[in-house]
């Protein structure tokens, strides 16, 4: 059981930071491991008793935490989250728990379309200069859009006459 609890460790060890060998874990890939595993529910262990945790079985002046001391932590966590079950079992019920589990980035970030964001989106109600700046379906002129072009004609701009004039 234990080695895939390693197999899971690791995975979550690398995850987000390409220059890690995977022995070694850091806070942040702790916690995410406890959220995406399960083992922090919000009521019986929280964020805080995770970070707690982690602090306690780290050494003094580390940042990371070798797979040793990952399982002594998942010992402290298990007695926390399954309250009144012999150690050895809330060990177990802890690594089931992590059992085959990855890292989610799903729902990491979500574009926002809530209220106003699809009105003030869409380039059909634009008015003024800002109109000029896309055609009938909605894409950008780009730099068209945004700079005047000069006329180089020689006519005076709104001359009904443009390019009429004949030399004899």
Do not use: W
């Not at 379309?113 to 894409?139: A, C, I, Q």
């Amino acid at each position: 059981m234990a080695s895939e609890a390693e197999k899971t460790f690791q995975r979550f060890a690398v995850f987000g930071d390409s220059s890690s060998s995977g022995t070694e874990m850091n806070n942040k890939n702790f916690s995410k491991l406890c959220k995406d595993c399960g083992i922090m529910d919000g009521k019986m262990v929280t964020s805080t008793d995770v970070d707690i945790v982690f602090s306690k079985v780290k050494a003094k002046n580390a940042r990371t935490i070798t797979f040793a001391q990952f399982q002594e932590a998942m010992k402290e966590l298990g007695q926390k989250r399954f309250k009144g079950k012999n150690p050895d079992e809330a060990l177990e019920n802890i690594y089931k728990l992590m059992e085959a589990k990855d890292p989610a980035t799903t729902s990491a970030t979500k574009a926002t379309t809530v209220g106003g964001v699809d009105r003030l989106t869409d380039t059909s109600k634009y008015t003024g200069s800002h109109k000029e700046r896309f055609d009938e379906s909605g894409k950008g002129k780009g730099l068209a859009g945004r700079e005047d072009v000069t006329d180089n004609s020689g006519y005076v701009s709104g001359y009904k006459g443009a390019g009429t004039y004949e030399k004899k």
